[in-house]
Protein backbone atom coordinates (compact mmCIF):
# COMPACT_ATOMS: atom_id res chain seq x y z
CA UNK A 1 0.00 0.00 0.00
CA UNK A 2 1.43 3.12 -1.05
CA UNK A 3 2.35 5.65 2.17
CA UNK A 4 0.33 8.26 1.09
CA UNK A 5 -3.08 6.29 0.75
CA UNK A 6 -2.76 4.80 3.67
CA UNK A 7 -1.58 8.85 5.70
CA UNK A 8 -4.99 9.10 3.90
CA UNK A 9 -7.04 6.42 5.47
CA UNK A 10 -5.63 7.08 8.69
CA UNK A 11 -6.72 10.57 8.97
CA UNK A 12 -10.08 9.34 7.51
CA UNK A 13 -13.78 9.32 9.56
CA UNK A 14 -14.28 5.40 10.49
CA UNK A 15 -17.65 4.25 9.36
CA UNK A 16 -20.24 1.66 8.32
CA UNK A 17 -19.26 0.36 4.71
CA UNK A 18 -22.24 -2.25 3.58
CA UNK A 19 -20.56 -3.89 0.20
CA UNK A 20 -22.62 -4.68 -2.69
CA UNK A 21 -23.13 -8.47 -3.96
CA UNK A 22 -23.52 -7.36 -7.84
CA UNK A 23 -25.79 -9.79 -8.22
CA UNK A 24 -26.26 -13.83 -7.09
CA UNK A 25 -27.26 -15.38 -4.67
CA UNK A 26 -28.62 -13.78 -1.14
CA UNK A 27 -27.20 -14.70 2.41
CA UNK A 28 -29.88 -15.73 4.50
CA UNK A 29 -30.25 -15.69 8.27
CA UNK A 30 -28.64 -19.42 9.25
CA UNK A 31 -24.59 -18.40 9.02
CA UNK A 32 -23.13 -21.82 8.83
CA UNK A 33 -20.15 -20.48 11.16
CA UNK A 34 -22.57 -19.40 13.48
CA UNK A 35 -25.12 -21.96 13.73
CA UNK A 36 -22.20 -24.47 14.31
CA UNK A 37 -21.34 -22.46 18.04
CA UNK A 38 -25.24 -21.50 18.84
CA UNK A 39 -25.43 -24.90 21.04
CA UNK A 40 -23.17 -23.50 23.77
CA UNK A 41 -21.81 -20.10 22.94
CA UNK A 42 -20.34 -19.60 25.89
CA UNK A 43 -18.13 -23.08 26.04
CA UNK A 44 -16.90 -22.38 22.31
CA UNK A 45 -16.17 -18.81 22.95
CA UNK A 46 -14.02 -20.41 25.75
CA UNK A 47 -12.33 -22.62 23.46
CA UNK A 48 -11.53 -20.54 20.85
CA UNK A 49 -10.63 -17.66 22.47
CA UNK A 50 -7.89 -19.59 24.86
CA UNK A 51 -6.57 -21.51 21.59
CA UNK A 52 -6.77 -18.40 19.07
CA UNK A 53 -3.89 -16.79 21.76
CA UNK A 54 -2.31 -19.89 22.15
CA UNK A 55 -1.50 -20.42 18.63
CA UNK A 56 -0.17 -16.66 18.77
CA UNK A 57 1.97 -17.63 21.91
CA UNK A 58 5.23 -14.76 22.01
CA UNK A 59 7.34 -15.42 25.08
CA UNK A 60 7.31 -19.19 25.89
CA UNK A 61 9.26 -18.32 29.29
CA UNK A 62 5.89 -16.99 30.68
CA UNK A 63 2.24 -17.79 29.45
CA UNK A 64 -0.32 -16.13 27.37
CA UNK A 65 -2.59 -14.27 29.56
CA UNK A 66 -6.33 -13.89 28.67
CA UNK A 67 -8.94 -10.88 29.94
CA UNK A 68 -12.89 -11.04 29.47
CA UNK A 69 -14.44 -8.21 30.72
CA UNK A 70 -18.29 -6.79 30.52
CA UNK A 71 -18.64 -3.27 29.98
CA UNK A 72 -21.32 -0.79 28.47
CA UNK A 73 -20.33 1.33 25.46
CA UNK A 74 -21.98 3.52 22.66
CA UNK A 75 -22.28 1.84 19.45
CA UNK A 76 -20.11 3.14 16.56
CA UNK A 77 -21.90 5.21 13.95
CA UNK A 78 -25.54 3.58 15.18
CA UNK A 79 -27.69 5.20 13.05
CA UNK A 80 -26.48 4.38 9.81
CA UNK A 81 -25.94 0.62 11.14
CA UNK A 82 -29.74 0.92 12.17
CA UNK A 83 -30.60 2.15 9.06
CA UNK A 84 -29.07 -0.55 6.72
CA UNK A 85 -30.77 -3.18 9.41
CA UNK A 86 -34.16 -1.62 8.76
CA UNK A 87 -33.71 -2.08 5.05
CA UNK A 88 -33.08 -5.76 5.78
CA UNK A 89 -36.49 -6.16 7.57
CA UNK A 90 -38.08 -4.65 5.12
CA UNK A 91 -36.80 -6.77 2.51
CA UNK A 92 -37.26 -10.10 4.35
CA UNK A 93 -40.55 -9.33 6.73
CA UNK A 94 -42.99 -9.93 3.39
CA UNK A 95 -41.24 -12.70 2.58
CA UNK A 96 -40.73 -15.19 5.49
CA UNK A 97 -44.13 -16.81 6.26
CA UNK A 98 -43.28 -19.80 8.37
CA UNK A 99 -39.60 -19.30 9.63
CA UNK A 100 -39.78 -15.76 11.71
CA UNK A 101 -35.99 -16.49 12.72
CA UNK A 102 -34.53 -13.36 11.13
CA UNK A 103 -37.74 -11.28 11.80
CA UNK A 104 -37.21 -11.67 15.19
CA UNK A 105 -33.32 -11.12 15.23
CA UNK A 106 -33.54 -7.79 13.25
CA UNK A 107 -36.63 -6.04 15.29
CA UNK A 108 -34.55 -7.14 18.35
CA UNK A 109 -31.47 -6.39 17.51
CA UNK A 110 -33.24 -2.41 16.02
CA UNK A 111 -34.77 -2.23 19.31
CA UNK A 112 -31.63 -2.61 21.69
CA UNK A 113 -29.67 0.31 19.50
CA UNK A 114 -32.84 2.51 19.37
CA UNK A 115 -33.67 2.21 22.95
CA UNK A 116 -30.27 2.29 24.60
CA UNK A 117 -27.40 4.94 24.10
CA UNK A 118 -24.93 2.31 25.59
CA UNK A 119 -25.18 -1.24 25.33
CA UNK A 120 -23.49 -4.52 27.02
CA UNK A 121 -20.26 -5.45 25.15
CA UNK A 122 -17.87 -8.13 26.39
CA UNK A 123 -13.85 -7.10 25.71
CA UNK A 124 -11.47 -10.39 25.73
CA UNK A 125 -8.08 -9.22 25.65
CA UNK A 126 -4.92 -11.62 25.36
CA UNK A 127 -1.18 -10.57 26.16
CA UNK A 128 2.15 -12.20 25.69
CA UNK A 129 0.81 -12.48 22.03
CA UNK A 130 1.93 -11.38 18.66
CA UNK A 131 -0.99 -10.18 17.90
CA UNK A 132 -1.97 -9.98 14.70
CA UNK A 133 -0.51 -9.54 12.12
CA UNK A 134 0.16 -8.58 7.94
CA UNK A 135 -2.63 -5.85 8.67
CA UNK A 136 -2.32 -4.90 4.81
CA UNK A 137 -1.26 -8.25 3.89
CA UNK A 138 -3.48 -10.99 1.75
CA UNK A 139 -3.41 -14.24 3.53
CA UNK A 140 -1.90 -12.73 7.11
CA UNK A 141 -4.00 -13.36 10.31
CA UNK A 142 -5.08 -10.10 10.09
CA UNK A 143 -6.43 -10.86 6.54
CA UNK A 144 -7.75 -14.45 7.83
CA UNK A 145 -9.91 -13.44 10.78
CA UNK A 146 -11.58 -10.10 9.28
CA UNK A 147 -12.29 -10.71 5.01
CA UNK A 148 -11.75 -14.58 4.54
CA UNK A 149 -14.85 -16.96 5.71
CA UNK A 150 -13.69 -20.43 6.08
CA UNK A 151 -9.77 -19.33 5.64
CA UNK A 152 -7.01 -20.27 8.23
CA UNK A 153 -2.84 -20.32 7.63
CA UNK A 154 -1.17 -21.88 10.73
CA UNK A 155 1.73 -23.16 11.35
CA UNK A 156 1.04 -27.22 11.54
CA UNK A 157 1.35 -27.72 15.28
CA UNK A 158 -1.00 -24.77 15.83
CA UNK A 159 -4.86 -25.59 17.34
CA UNK A 160 -6.80 -23.70 14.96
CA UNK A 161 -7.20 -25.43 11.03
CA UNK A 162 -10.35 -24.93 9.67
CA UNK A 163 -11.03 -21.19 9.96
CA UNK A 164 -14.47 -21.50 11.86
CA UNK A 165 -14.04 -21.05 15.43
CA UNK A 166 -13.89 -17.17 14.31
CA UNK A 167 -17.48 -17.01 14.18
CA UNK A 168 -17.47 -18.40 18.22
CA UNK A 169 -18.20 -14.10 19.02
CA UNK A 170 -20.58 -13.47 16.52
CA UNK A 171 -23.13 -16.48 18.37
CA UNK A 172 -22.82 -14.20 21.68
CA UNK A 173 -23.91 -10.76 19.94
CA UNK A 174 -27.28 -9.84 20.12
CA UNK A 175 -26.32 -7.72 17.10
CA UNK A 176 -23.84 -10.68 15.14
CA UNK A 177 -21.35 -7.59 15.20
CA UNK A 178 -17.71 -7.80 17.02
CA UNK A 179 -15.21 -5.11 16.76
CA UNK A 180 -11.05 -6.16 16.91
CA UNK A 181 -8.02 -3.96 17.87
CA UNK A 182 -4.83 -5.03 17.42
CA UNK A 183 -0.89 -3.97 18.18
CA UNK A 184 1.72 -5.93 16.26
CA UNK A 185 5.50 -6.07 16.24
CA UNK A 186 5.40 -5.86 12.02
CA UNK A 187 8.22 -3.20 11.18
CA UNK A 188 5.66 -0.92 9.79
CA UNK A 189 1.24 -1.11 10.15
CA UNK A 190 1.74 -2.23 13.65
CA UNK A 191 -2.07 -1.47 14.67
CA UNK A 192 -5.17 -1.63 12.94
CA UNK A 193 -8.77 -1.16 14.61
CA UNK A 194 -12.14 -2.57 12.26
CA UNK A 195 -15.98 -4.06 12.96
CA UNK A 196 -17.40 -6.81 11.22
CA UNK A 197 -21.42 -7.40 11.17
CA UNK A 198 -22.67 -10.95 9.76
CA UNK A 199 -25.84 -10.02 9.15
CA UNK A 200 -28.06 -11.04 6.02
CA UNK A 201 -27.75 -9.97 2.72
CA UNK A 202 -30.73 -8.14 1.11
CA UNK A 203 -32.05 -5.90 -1.59
CA UNK A 204 -31.95 -2.37 -1.92
CA UNK A 205 -34.39 0.80 -3.67
CA UNK A 206 -35.53 0.56 -6.86
CA UNK A 207 -32.83 -0.22 -8.78
CA UNK A 208 -32.92 -4.12 -6.74
CA UNK A 209 -29.00 -3.73 -5.80
CA UNK A 210 -27.88 -6.96 -4.07
CA UNK A 211 -26.00 -6.15 -1.03
CA UNK A 212 -23.93 -9.13 1.06
CA UNK A 213 -24.92 -8.64 4.12
CA UNK A 214 -21.66 -8.91 5.93
CA UNK A 215 -20.46 -5.20 6.81
CA UNK A 216 -17.35 -3.62 7.62
CA UNK A 217 -16.75 -0.52 10.37
CA UNK A 218 -13.24 1.33 9.96
CA UNK A 219 -11.81 3.05 6.77
CA UNK A 220 -12.85 3.20 3.03
CA UNK A 221 -13.65 0.45 0.73
CA UNK A 222 -14.19 -2.15 3.82
CA UNK A 223 -10.54 -1.57 5.08
CA UNK A 224 -9.43 -1.59 8.39
CA UNK A 225 -8.56 1.90 10.06
CA UNK A 226 -4.56 2.12 11.22
CA UNK A 227 -4.90 3.16 14.52
CA UNK A 228 -5.51 1.56 17.68
CA UNK A 229 -9.06 1.97 19.62
CA UNK A 230 -10.56 0.67 22.59
CA UNK A 231 -14.31 0.62 22.95
CA UNK A 232 -13.97 -0.17 26.24
CA UNK A 233 -12.98 2.91 28.37
CA UNK A 234 -11.31 1.72 31.12
CA UNK A 235 -9.05 -0.44 29.28
CA UNK A 236 -6.25 0.78 26.88
CA UNK A 237 -3.36 -1.08 25.23
CA UNK A 238 0.01 0.06 25.51
CA UNK A 239 2.01 1.27 22.12
CA UNK A 240 4.86 -1.59 22.94
CA UNK A 241 2.20 -4.05 24.50
CA UNK A 242 1.48 -6.16 21.65
CA UNK A 243 -1.84 -8.39 21.45
CA UNK A 244 -5.38 -8.56 19.88
CA UNK A 245 -8.75 -7.04 21.84
CA UNK A 246 -11.95 -8.51 20.92
CA UNK A 247 -14.94 -6.20 21.34
CA UNK A 248 -18.71 -8.32 21.38
CA UNK A 249 -20.98 -5.74 20.77
CA UNK A 250 -24.39 -6.06 22.52
CA UNK A 251 -22.99 -9.39 24.50
CA UNK A 252 -26.18 -11.45 24.45
CA UNK A 253 -26.02 -12.16 28.93
CA UNK A 254 -29.11 -14.35 28.37
CA UNK A 255 -26.73 -17.14 27.17
CA UNK A 256 -25.94 -17.68 30.83
CA UNK A 257 -27.01 -16.67 34.12
CA UNK A 258 -23.16 -16.20 34.99
CA UNK A 259 -21.08 -16.44 32.20
CA UNK A 260 -17.88 -15.46 34.00
CA UNK A 261 -17.89 -18.95 36.10
CA UNK A 262 -18.84 -20.84 32.76
CA UNK A 263 -16.35 -19.42 30.67
CA UNK A 264 -13.94 -20.68 33.68
CA UNK A 265 -15.54 -23.98 34.00
CA UNK A 266 -15.04 -24.64 30.02
CA UNK A 267 -11.48 -23.38 30.63
CA UNK A 268 -10.32 -25.73 33.11
CA UNK A 269 -12.23 -28.22 31.03
CA UNK A 270 -10.59 -27.60 27.38
CA UNK A 271 -7.04 -26.47 29.11
CA UNK A 272 -6.48 -27.92 32.18
CA UNK A 273 -3.43 -29.54 31.00
CA UNK A 274 -2.21 -26.49 29.31
CA UNK A 275 -2.88 -24.51 32.81
CA UNK A 276 -1.41 -26.67 34.88
CA UNK A 277 2.47 -27.12 32.71
CA UNK A 278 2.03 -22.62 32.95
CA UNK A 279 1.16 -21.78 29.24
CA UNK A 280 -2.28 -19.93 29.44
CA UNK A 281 -3.84 -18.22 32.65
CA UNK A 282 -6.98 -15.80 32.26
CA UNK A 283 -9.44 -13.81 34.21
CA UNK A 284 -13.20 -14.14 33.73
CA UNK A 285 -15.57 -11.28 35.24
CA UNK A 286 -12.08 -10.33 38.17
CA UNK A 287 -11.60 -14.32 38.78
CA UNK A 288 -8.03 -15.54 38.16
CA UNK A 289 -7.54 -19.22 36.48
CA UNK A 290 -3.85 -19.76 36.70
CA UNK A 291 -1.20 -22.83 37.59
CA UNK A 292 -1.53 -21.37 41.07
CA UNK A 293 -5.38 -21.14 41.55
CA UNK A 294 -6.06 -24.42 39.59
CA UNK A 295 -6.74 -26.27 42.26
CA UNK A 296 -8.57 -24.03 44.23
CA UNK A 297 -10.82 -23.25 41.34
CA UNK A 298 -11.26 -26.90 40.89
CA UNK A 299 -12.39 -27.44 44.18
CA UNK A 300 -14.58 -24.92 44.62
CA UNK A 301 -16.61 -25.87 41.09
CA UNK A 302 -16.66 -29.07 42.01
CA UNK A 303 -18.64 -28.21 45.11
CA UNK A 304 -20.89 -25.88 43.83
CA UNK A 305 -21.50 -28.80 41.04
CA UNK A 306 -20.08 -31.95 41.99
CA UNK A 307 -18.26 -32.05 38.61
CA UNK A 308 -17.09 -30.72 35.71
CA UNK A 309 -18.68 -31.45 32.21
CA UNK A 310 -15.71 -33.05 31.18
CA UNK A 311 -14.60 -34.15 34.15
CA UNK A 312 -11.25 -32.00 34.37
CA UNK A 313 -11.29 -32.40 37.91
CA UNK A 314 -10.37 -36.49 37.67
CA UNK A 315 -7.57 -35.65 34.86
CA UNK A 316 -6.50 -33.20 37.01
CA UNK A 317 -5.81 -35.85 39.75
CA UNK A 318 -4.20 -37.88 37.17
CA UNK A 319 -1.35 -34.84 36.12
CA UNK A 320 -0.71 -34.20 39.58
CA UNK A 321 -1.18 -37.75 41.16
CA UNK A 322 2.10 -39.22 43.09
CA UNK A 323 0.60 -43.14 43.44
CA UNK A 324 2.20 -46.11 42.92
CA UNK A 325 -1.07 -46.83 41.11
CA UNK A 326 0.07 -44.15 38.47
CA UNK A 327 1.55 -45.33 35.49
CA UNK A 328 3.30 -43.80 32.48
CA UNK A 329 3.69 -45.46 29.09
CA UNK A 330 4.65 -44.00 25.73
CA UNK A 331 4.36 -45.19 22.14
CA UNK A 332 6.48 -43.80 19.35
CA UNK A 333 4.95 -43.28 15.62
CA UNK A 334 7.40 -43.74 13.16
CA UNK A 335 5.32 -43.67 9.91
CA UNK A 336 6.40 -41.56 6.93
CA UNK A 337 4.04 -37.88 7.40
CA UNK A 338 3.08 -38.75 11.06
CA UNK A 339 6.25 -38.93 13.19
CA UNK A 340 5.91 -38.50 17.05
CA UNK A 341 5.25 -39.74 20.37
CA UNK A 342 1.61 -40.65 21.80
CA UNK A 343 2.57 -40.26 26.06
CA UNK A 344 -0.03 -41.49 28.35
CA UNK A 345 -0.73 -41.16 32.23
CA UNK A 346 -2.82 -43.77 33.85
CA UNK A 347 -4.43 -43.78 37.41
CA UNK A 348 -6.45 -46.68 39.16
CA UNK A 349 -8.32 -44.97 41.33
CA UNK A 350 -11.45 -46.12 43.07
CA UNK A 351 -12.42 -42.31 43.02
CA UNK A 352 -11.98 -42.00 39.07
CA UNK A 353 -15.53 -43.20 37.73
CA UNK A 354 -15.09 -41.20 34.64
CA UNK A 355 -13.29 -44.32 32.92
CA UNK A 356 -11.63 -42.24 30.05
CA UNK A 357 -8.75 -40.93 28.78
CA UNK A 358 -8.33 -37.33 27.72
CA UNK A 359 -7.31 -36.87 24.16
CA UNK A 360 -4.85 -33.68 23.98
CA UNK A 361 -2.55 -32.27 20.91
CA UNK A 362 0.81 -30.45 22.21
CA UNK A 363 -1.32 -26.89 22.18
CA UNK A 364 -2.60 -27.92 25.60
CA UNK A 365 -6.45 -28.23 24.55
CA UNK A 366 -8.63 -31.61 25.54
CA UNK A 367 -9.71 -32.54 21.88
CA UNK A 368 -12.39 -35.54 23.43
CA UNK A 369 -12.96 -38.23 25.81
CA UNK A 370 -11.93 -41.67 24.40
CA UNK A 371 -14.26 -44.05 26.07
CA UNK A 372 -15.72 -47.16 25.91
CA UNK A 373 -12.36 -48.73 27.08
CA UNK A 374 -13.12 -50.82 29.92
CA UNK A 375 -16.36 -50.68 32.03
CA UNK A 376 -14.78 -52.83 35.40
CA UNK A 377 -12.23 -50.45 36.56
CA UNK A 378 -12.31 -47.13 37.77
CA UNK A 379 -9.18 -45.22 36.09
CA UNK A 380 -8.52 -41.81 34.30
CA UNK A 381 -6.10 -41.10 31.62
CA UNK A 382 -4.46 -38.03 29.93
CA UNK A 383 -2.69 -38.84 26.43
CA UNK A 384 -0.52 -36.07 24.94
CA UNK A 385 0.12 -35.85 21.46
CA UNK A 386 3.93 -35.16 21.05
CA UNK A 387 5.81 -34.07 17.54
CA UNK A 388 4.94 -31.63 15.00
CA UNK A 389 4.15 -34.26 12.14
CA UNK A 390 1.83 -36.09 14.01
CA UNK A 391 -0.08 -33.03 15.56
CA UNK A 392 -0.39 -31.79 12.15
CA UNK A 393 -1.75 -35.06 10.83
CA UNK A 394 -4.23 -35.35 13.65
CA UNK A 395 -5.03 -31.66 13.54
CA UNK A 396 -6.01 -32.22 9.64
CA UNK A 397 -8.80 -35.01 11.62
CA UNK A 398 -10.17 -33.04 13.42
CA UNK A 399 -13.66 -31.20 12.94
CA UNK A 400 -14.11 -27.95 12.93
CA UNK A 401 -15.36 -27.64 16.66
CA UNK A 402 -12.22 -29.52 17.79
CA UNK A 403 -13.66 -31.91 19.63
CA UNK A 404 -13.15 -35.20 17.49
CA UNK A 405 -10.78 -36.92 15.21
CA UNK A 406 -12.39 -38.51 12.32
CA UNK A 407 -10.13 -40.60 9.37
CA UNK A 408 -13.37 -38.91 6.87
CA UNK A 409 -11.43 -35.71 7.46
CA UNK A 410 -7.83 -37.28 6.62
CA UNK A 411 -6.34 -36.98 2.99
CA UNK A 412 -6.15 -40.78 3.20
CA UNK A 413 -9.07 -42.41 5.38
CA UNK A 414 -8.17 -45.59 4.87
CA UNK A 415 -4.55 -44.97 6.62
CA UNK A 416 -6.10 -42.57 9.19
CA UNK A 417 -8.38 -44.91 10.70
CA UNK A 418 -5.58 -46.29 13.03
CA UNK A 419 -4.75 -43.12 14.27
CA UNK A 420 -8.45 -42.59 15.08
CA UNK A 421 -9.89 -45.03 17.01
Not at 121 to 138: A, E, P, V, Y
Not at 191 to 202: E, I, N, P, S, W
Not at 357 to 369: E, P, S, Y
Request: include cysteine; glycine fraction near 8%; aromatic fraction near 10%.
Amino acid sequence: MEKSHLLKMLGAKMKWTFPKADSGQIKGFNDEGIERFKGDPIKSLAREICQNSLDAWKDKSAPVRIEFSEFISRFPERESFVEQMNQMLEYWQPTQKHDKGVIIFLQKAIKLLQNNEEIPCLRISDFNTTGLTGIITKGSSWDNLIKRIGASDKFASDGGSRGIGKAAPFACSSLRTVFYATRNSDPENRQAFQGVARLVGYETGNNAEIMTGTSFFGGEACHASYIYQSLDDSFNREEDQTGTDIFIAGFNKDLSQNWETEVIKYAVDSFFYAIYHNKISLVAGGRELSKSTLQMVIDDIVCQSKCFPGHAEQYYKVLTSNSDKAKKFEKKITEPGRVGKLVLKLLVDDELTFRRIAMVRNTGMKIFDKKNICGSINFAGVLVVEGEELNHYLKMMEDATHESWSENNADNPTEASSLSE
